[in-house]
């Protein structure tokens, strides 16, 4: 099985680590619309910023996650 190391520093290392804190600061989401907007600027910077296909998928994952989790919540509660 073929593998990769990411260095410190390198674009992959750096993508990570941007995704990771756009996750650790959207991971709760709020039902509010100023919630929201941030999160498509933000998930959109990141897409722009590393510009690929992956970064986009990830951005797309990242903003499924938080609508599935406000969905589940909604149910919950009703």
């Not at 190391?5 to 680590?17: C, D, I, P, Y």
């Not at 941007?18 to 897409?47: G, H, I, R």
């Amino acid at each position: 099985m073929a593998g990769a190391k990411f260095a410190k520093g390198s674009e992959e290392w750096q993508m990570f680590m941007d995704y990771w804190s756009l996750c650790q600061k959207y991971w709760e989401p709020e039902n509010n619309d100023a919630y929201w907007e941030e999160v498509v600027k933000d998930t959109d910077k990141f897409y722009k910023k590393h510009n690929s296909d992956f970064s986009r998928a990830l951005a797309l994952a990242l903003i499924d996650e938080l609508e599935l989790k406000i969905k589940k919540r909604r149910m919950s509660n009703e």
